[in-house]
T-cell receptor
Framework: EADIYQTPRYLVIGTGKKITLECSQTMGHDKMYWYQQDPGMELHLIHYSYGVNSTEKGDLSSESTVSRIRTEHFPLTLESARPSHTSQYLC??????????????FGEGSRLTVL | AQSVTQLGSHVSVSEGALVLLRCNYSSSVPPYLFWYVQYPNQGLQLLLKYTSAATLVKGINGFEAEFKKSETSFHLTKPSAHMSDAAEYFCAVSNQAGTALIFGKGTTLSVSS
């Protein structure tokens, strides 16, 4: 069973506020990901990390930033939230150590609403 | 570039009927293909994956998928639908660099009694 946790599950916040979405996994996985999910749309990769101090931007441009100071922790931050940031954010990790992605284990998601 | 197309955003079946969810992929290299399921207010859970070992892949909850290279398809099937199968299903392909998965738009499966 996957052990990957996201907090908060739901967040309603006003425009201009700084928010951090937390993601932690206890599986020791090196690879971690953030996807953005909107209804009826593909999941879009916004950030990924191959390990500590490694972060890369994904296919979808995002104003959010991420950090990877510890293997188990991969938080996502929005410095100034806007209504266009309203979405569901899914964190995932992978045990693959080779050249392929391998199976992704997902958290339950953080649903962000910016008013 | 790799991509995935899921045909039909919504599929409705009766309990006990065959489930068929369609997925076509585009890949310039031998693909790794996945099916995930998402229940309301939850994250995605892996149903099955194809990694070139066998063209017919069996997954959890009675689902299976067949890789057909000639048709660039990876359709998901289940012989007999159950009410608990109602969820959203995503097909995904590993990107060329192997850095992440590329997902389709998803298909919502409804099961009626």
């Amino acid at each position: 069973e996957a052990d990957i946790y996201q907090t908060p599950r739901y967040l309603v916040i006003g425009t201009g506020k700084k928010i951090t979405l937390e993601c932690s996994q206890t599986m020791g996985h090196d690879k971690m990901y953030w996807y953005q999910q909107d209804p009826g749309m593909e999941l879009h990769l916004i950030h990924y990390s191959y390990g500590v101090n490694s972060t890369e931007k994904g296919d979808l441009s995002s104003e959010s930033t991420v950090s990877r100071i510890r293997t188990e922790h991969f938080p996502l931050t929005l410095e100034s939230a806007r209504p266009s940031h309203t979405s569901q954010y899914l964190c995932a990790s992978s045990e693959s150590r080779g050249g392929d992605t391998g199976e992704l284990f997902f958290g339950e998601g953080s649903r962000l609403t910016v008013l | 570039a790799q991509s995935v197309t899921q045909l039909g955003s919504h599929v409705s079946v009766s309990e006990g009927a065959l489930v068929l969810l369609r997925c076509n992929y585009s890949s310039s290299v031998p693909p790794y293909l996945f099916w995930y399921v998402q229940y309301p207010n939850q994250g995605l859970q892996l149903l099955l994956k194809y990694t070139s070992a066998a063209t017919l892949v069996k997954g959890i909850n009675g689902f299976e998928a067949e890789f057909k290279k000639s048709e660039t398809s990876f359709h998901l099937t289940k012989p007999s639908a159950h009410m608990s199968d109602a969820a959203e299903y995503f097909c995904a392909v590993s990107n060329q660099a192997g850095t992440a998965l590329i997902f389709g738009k998803g298909t919502t499966l409804s099961v009626s009694s």
